[in-house]
């Protein structure tokens, strides 16, 4: 975050580039689009590309890669007529999600989550979406299509997409987002999952540190979902005539998957809360039973070692010591000493 001291003293609306930049050069994926018609190019930022102006009776979808190119963003901003302080959380990759309405069009930010299961690492990707009646914009920050899923339907032509307008693309984005999540989190259930067993079976100080990653990652993860949660609460509900009342029944589905998102995250974490009191419970017991064997030793060798130490006197007159059987009659009461405390103990259940 010490990035963003680039902005101090700036005034309101202006566009600079906050956060790390994760490629060389920006690429630009166009499509545009109807029921009957499908155009698909692509450009990087060094392309001789001119924005122009979209039409009502298509869709025109520019998704944007990379997003320390502040010209682009700005020249994106003057051909659409995009609000300045859309553009400036654009190009600034810490921002909370959220949803906000302009006179011209409508603003989304969320974030893409990815888990690193040898790491035990969430790792985060800030994603920003502008659309209006005939246009959207989507801008990521790394090179990867993560909406691979979404260009194959409308390609193929197969589902909903070709038919609708830029507010249905708005919310297909979004969904396949969210549906990542569920991905993420059954592959950090997996990790609890092996933790716990871990845990049951041989726990160390690895398994320990793993708890507090997977915690510390949780966290990461709740504070993308809950800020989603209220964004997509506000698109549902939003009266913005670029909205159709048609795609707003999706996006109430897709609020109850935010929901169901953030019991499960709130789940996994207390299910870690409990990991880590088990974890400290079986630690204790372990320490229990190897104190337990130590004292059921040392209980047995003190009648033994008074007996050694008894006859180790160096006195003259201890009569036992001149018995020609003496020394094996003393090994015999030390072993009936020894295994009538084990019995003793074994009827207790005292191991």
Known sequence: MKNQRKKTGLPPGSVVFVGNQKVKEVFIHYLEYNSQKLTEEKYTNQSKLVFQPSLDDTVDWYDVRGLHDTDLIESLGSTFKIHSLVLED???????????????????????????KKELQVKTEQIAVYFRKGLIISFQENETDLFENVRKRINSGKGKVR????????????????????????EIEECIESIENDILNSPGQQTKERIHLLKKELLIVRKSVAPLREAVSRFSKSDSELIEEGTKMYIRDLYDHTIQIT????????????????YISEISLRMNQVMQVLTIITTIFVPLSFLAGLYGMNFENIPELHHQNGYFILLGVMMLIALGSLFYFKRKGWF
């Open 90 to 116: 654009v190009a600034h990759t810490f921002q909370r999600p959220k949803f906000e309405e302009y006179e011209n069009g409508n603003f989304l930010i969320f974030r893409s989550l990815s888990f690193d």
């Open 163 to 186: 038919g609708k307008g830029a507010d249905y693309l708005a919310y297909a984005l979004i969904d396949s987002i969210t549906d990542n999540y569920f991905s993420v989190l059954d």
């Open 263 to 278: 019991d499960m995250v709130e789940s996994y974490r207390d299910i870690l809360n409990g990991l880590q009191d088990l």
